[in-house]
């Protein structure tokens, strides 16, 4: 094998630049050529790329976001420039490439790799850790440290003033952010979008906190459960609290990665070109039970990954 291609996708997440600098000094160590297409799947399409080497990914191990830029791109949708992609990638004589990416991108990976013969190896990378057999993904540990952080100055905040507030956490689809963000914090409430809670419930859990002496909470709400102003009119509607919103955002998607992180790039880096030498292709790299290890790509980004149920359960004993 003489050269590959590289290219994060979707979502950043914190680790990415950590994961294309091993990726690359990998690759370099073992006489392979790094093409890296900027901005995913478009810099494929528009034939944008850096070829990287091991001095080029240097001094960013440590840097949030990715060098490479990334996009949400549907282009592996639409049958032109499917084929403009698999043009792209023959013309540079690329013989394996690795995506960084979510479900999204491991769906397009398997898209493309019905069209190209070149191993393709994908590599979990969200901050939403929703990727199917893989109990971690890069940038996750990150984020949910990043929340944290936040959340524990409003903890101080709500105390001193005898509030509820309601935070707003990533994840769209997926509450893992939330659960463990809120179970890091003491969360009174976790909401997340696999779990149906009626506001009933949460109106009931906010009165037998008054009643046991609790002024103060935090919500950690994921934003795919729905539109936090709404619950925090219905809350102050039917409980004597003061309630306040407060949407974290964007922040939790940026910064530098956790040691957790960067030491799952690497280990997940490793893996993939371990893959690409032995020609092994379609298939991402998981981390599971504390090893790492593959599965076929199809399965990534067709399945979906269950939560544990029993973590909510215990976060409900420990809140009261
Ligand atoms: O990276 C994952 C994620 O952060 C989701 O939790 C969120 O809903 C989504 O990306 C939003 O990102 P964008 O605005 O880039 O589509």
Known sequence: MKR????????????????IRALTRLAQDNGIEVYGFEKGWEGM????????????????IHQGGTILQTSRSDALRHEDSKAKIVEILQSHNIEGLIVLGGNGSFRASYVLSQEIDIPIIGIPATIDNDVYGSDETIGFDTAVNSAIEQIDKIRDTATSNDR????????RDHGYIALHVGVSVGAEVILVPEIEVDVSE?????????????????????EGVGDCRELADQIAEKTPVTVRINVLG????????????????????????????????????????GDVSSIPLDQAGLKSKTMDSEFIELYKVLAS
């Open 4 to 19: 590959i291609g590289i290219a994060t996708t979707g979502g950043d997440a914190p680790g990415m630049n950590t994961a």
């Open 202 to 222: 949460i109106i009931e859990t906010i009165k037998a906190n008054i009643e046991k002496g609790k002024k103060s909470g935090i919500i950690v709400m994921a």
């Open 250 to 289: 964007y922040t939790q998607r940026g910064g530098s990665p956790t040691a957790r992180s960067r030491v799952l790039a690497t280990v997940f880096a490793r893996e993939a070109i371990d893959l690409m030498l032995s020609g092994i292709g379609n298939r991402i790299v998981v981390h599971k039970d």
């Open 45 to 60: 399409l528009h034939d944008q790329y850096q070829i990287l080497t091991t001095r080029s990914v240097g001094g960013i």
């Open 164 to 171: 509820l507030f309601i935070t707003e956490v990533m994840g």
